[in-house]
């Protein structure tokens, strides 16, 4: 559920307005693993010698910054800290996990639909599975994992008859919660005060909900914009992994350029495929128990290859794209990473992590302590307050990320 707009969110937004067109922020992870003596540089600083998976994304060296000895705090559980990648919740690995708010989710909430979606949450998998992004009731959004219908919910106008049909759907749903609050009104007299105080929670949390709906219903009355771009086919080959990423990450872009989202999370889970990379013939769960055999790290270093690759085309795309005669990806932050340092011993400390765009002062290896790792949740709280959010916390944070500065 979005928050009301409150007066005291006013200087926050009224500053990002002022600074020019909009940020955005775009969180991407890559749940197998990475590398490190791929990914991370020897030297610190400015200077750093690229390694080859950064070498890779060298067009975008100057708009990027490169962290190493962060994880979050707490979060272990091997293969299930992906579920925390983005909200940083303790121990998910642990029984009756509930998931705090996820950073997306975050801003969604204070941008509200200032865009036809507040956010996108998105899947590109081998498997049956759900995103990285959850509600602030700990409650995992459902991902969208066809391109095709990713395209055709933000640029494909319905018929008449269509739209009509989803106004009425939303109106229903405004119904139903005036029948519900009533009931709830009703039982509030004979409750003592801890149950009142809850049911006043739920009032609130109704009200919001309705502002919503209230905002779907405008969206739904407005044309889709138009973009020269076709339609995209659903690429139903599992193993066509760069395929089915490029595809999905360009109708990402093309969201973006239109200002029909601005906040994205995109989850790429590839365990259980091999892959079509030249080279590769296993797949990639069992490459990542490597157990240093030059036969699985060569055909491991492959994939993760690919992988950058597509990332550097995305980035490609966010600076090619123009936006008030600046790049996009000038206004729009792009975190890349994943949940463990190293899959062969499931460590989920000293994770590789980058974050490229969105108005820093990049063109660095932030390196920290690699046994007491820094907190990534403090990278969330810069990148919360370069959006224009009032936010001095997220989750396990102890403050803004140090070394990274706004530009």
């Known amino acids: 559920m979005s928050l009301p707009f409150l ?3 006013t200087p926050a937004f009224a500053r990002a307005d002022r600074a020019g067109s909009p940020r955005r922020m775009v969180a991407i992870q ?5 590398l490190p003596q791929h990914f991370f540089p020897k030297e610190t600083g400015a200077d750093y010698a690229p390694t080859p998976y950064l070498d890779i994304l060298k067009d ?12 979050h705090p707490e979060v272990d559980g091997a293969h299930q800290a992906e579920m925390a990648f983005l909200s940083a919740t303790p121990h998910p690995g642990s029984p009756g996990f509930k998931s705090s708010i996820s950073l997306d989710q975050f801003v969604a909430e204070r941008f509200g639909f200032v865009t036809r979606f507040p956010s996108l949450v998105v899947l590109v998998s081998s498997e049956s599975g759900q995103g990285m992004s959850y509600t602030r009731g700990g409650v995992r959004i459902p ?7 990713l395209y055709k919910r933000m640029f494909v106008q319905g018929k008449p008859e269509e739209i009509d049909q989803r106004l009425a759907d939303l109106q229903d749903g405004r119904s139903l919660l005036d029948f519900v609050g009533d009931s709830a009104k009703k039982l509030r007299k004979d409750v003592g005060q801890a149950d009142r105080d809850r049911l006043d929670q739920y009032f609130t949390s109704v009200r919001e909900l309705e502002a919503q709906l209230a905002k779907g219903q405008e969206w ?3 044309p889709k914009p138009a973009v020269k771009a076709p339609q995209p086919t659903d690429v139903t080959d599992m193993k066509k992994l760069v395929e089915r990423t490029n595809l ?8 973006l350029e239109t200002d029909s989202t601005r ?13 079509e990379v030249p080279g590769v013939k296993e797949e990639t769960h069992s490459l990542t128990h490597h157990g240093n055999r030059p036969e699985a790290l060569e055909q491991l270093f492959k994939i993760e290859s690919a992988q950058f690759k597509c990332l550097a085309k995305f980035l490609d795309g966010l600076t090619a794209a123009k936006e008030d005669g600046g790049a996009l990806l000038d206004r729009t932050m792009v975190l890349y990473g994943t949940c463990m340092g190293s899959a062969n011993s499931h460590a989920n400390t000293n994770l590789p992590v980058l974050l490229a765009g969105g108005g820093f002062r990049h063109g660095q290896h932030l390196a920290f302590d690699t046994k007491k790792n820094y907190p990534l949740p403090n990278l969330f709280v810069s990148m919360l307050q370069r959006l224009g959010i009032e936010a001095d916390k997220f989750a396990t944070s102890t403050g803004t990320m140090r070394g990274l500065d706004p530009s």
């Open 30 to 34: 890559t749940n197998m693993g990475i």
């Open 60 to 71: 975008h060296r100057k708009r990027m910054t490169i962290f190493s000895g962060v994880s």
């Open 220 to 222: 739904e009355r407005k």
């Open 7 to 9: 007066d005291a969110m």
């Open 143 to 149: 991902a969208e994992r066809s391109v095709s219908t």
């Open 248 to 255: 999905m990450l360009d109708v990402i872009r093309l969201g």
């Open 263 to 275: 906040v994205v999370s995109v989850f790429i889970n590839t365990a259980s495929i091999v892959p």
